[in-house]
């Protein structure tokens, strides 16, 4: 057996994290999608993550659909999760504060998460890798071929976003929205569709990191809770509301966690990214991209 | 939310001094006693958070975090150490108070969501620390045989007299808060709630306001969490997750945020509900706190005590309309 060396190890972390880190970044552009149209930080992020595994995993291996139908299948579900979300919890709010909206979305996540608990149980699921589990050796470093989908759709997800939030007209709406909400009512966009909009986006963006990440890492009830605040460290570390910073915050954080674990101390591996989100909220609480004068017109 | 007068207190201390005797009597609600306990010892924490979330507008998801730092400051020291309990419960209170300050001081000077994240993060690596720290905290299976309390050589050996001990704690800590409330400082933190700009513009110092009301509530959860560990006399971390937080913040919602009694009230029923009354549910009562959170967050905004007052609205409402 070969022997491993450091920089293979260094480089192993390196990928894991480049591929943790691509779920941590799908899940801040969830974040900033919903922020940036509504200013709102759901905390129920995390639970569109869970269901996208876990309906993946109904679907896919106890139903038995194809992987092809599944994956929309899946992505369609968790969208009307996420309508829902909006429609009965955040848009019945009448004198919406930022201590009442948290709230909202704090008592949707446990819900969910307890929905979830009641369906699938307590134990962890697996899900099939898309394209088999046989790794592929690079510099002494395992890749499952599952983790060159995981990027692969976040590549896929950026691109997308961008040209939606910067060529067609309902994404540039969206952006009018997080400028000046009355403005945008005011020229004639539905603001309230618009957040039912950002709401279903930034769902069906959480499944799909739900689903490609269930194959390397399985998924159970409560993961939630740690997907959602680790991709808000990821979105803050970046820039709130910045989609390049979501996606270098979720790599930079992935990175950290993954090396951290290795080299440090594994029992902390959940911690690491938790104390990267304080240190930036305390010292440098814009971000890498983010920009203090706009967060400080932001309503809250 | 304006006066609290003295009779509410009064008639409260009176239920509360014959509590233990009537639970005594009536078989069926004979562990009542018990649960009371506990919900004193919430009642310490509810008090102070509410103090945050309705005075000074902000949020926290890690108070559980400052409850398991005080039961562990007094487990630690008490039983590798041998010093006196009273003596670990101001240290712990120290130690969480600083550790508090360290926290919030960053985080409160930016607006909305930062606490709720930054006391989210900061509560789950603490918990963490509670599971992997073995040689300190016993790891996940925790830590027993934490000696009970005494006062002045004087065993507090029966559920009562630990029920008098926390519910006296409540009652020093409930009408030392009402004062703050009733105070100068009292009327800068409901104009920090109103509105931070007009508060400034005032001249009061809204973030040092708000690190106070932070530290306040985190030291009170603090002794709280000592309270605990020397009633129960052993600890795990389970008991500090972070769902502890979260039924902290469905206490408060419940009972009304605007109103101090409403921290009592929300941390009664929902002790109650979690110790008794939703045994049926085992594990999925998580449901029914979700929903009970959402129902309350969309109905009721003022929670069961601003019930009255809304009703009252109505009725005023529907007379104005014939």
Redesign the interface.
Known sequence: METITLTGQIFQYLVTGITVGSVYAMVAVGFNIIYNVTEI?NFAQGEFVMLGGLIMVFLHVAVGLPLILAFPATVALVTLVGVLLDR??IN????P????L???T??????????A??IWGKDPFDLPAFSGRDPITVLGAVIQPQYFWVIGFLVLIVIVLTFFFERTIIGKAMSACADNPDAASLVGIDVKRMVLLSFALSAAIGAVAGITMTPIALMEYDRG??LA?KG??AA?LGGLGSFPGAVIGGLILGVIESLGAGLI?S??K??FA??V??FV???K?SGIFGNIEI?KI?R? | MLRIGKLPIALFAGFIIIFPWVAGKVPAIGNYTDIMVFVGIYCLITIGLGLLMGYAGQISVGHAAFYGIGAYVSAILTTRYGLNPWFCMFIAVLVTGTIAFLVGAPSLKLKGHYLAMATLAFGIIVFIIFNEEIQWTGGPDGMADIPGLSIFGFELDSIEKYFYLVWGFVFVILIFTINVIQSDAGRALRAIHTSEAAANSMGVNVSKFKVLVFVYSAILASLAGSLYAHYLNFINPSTFDLFFSIKLLIMIALGGMYNIWGAIIGAGIITFLSYEWLHYFEEFEVIVYGAILLVVTIFLPNGLVGLPGMLKELFVRQKSNE
């Open positions: 930080i009965l919890a019945p709010i009448r004198r504060t930022v201590l009442s948290i709230i909202a704090i008592a949707a996540s446990i819900l969910i998460k307890g929905t608990m009641f809770a740690m605040i808000f460290g803050v101390s029992g902390y959940d911690a938790l104390i989100l304080l909220l305390f010292f609480p967060s932001k809250f």
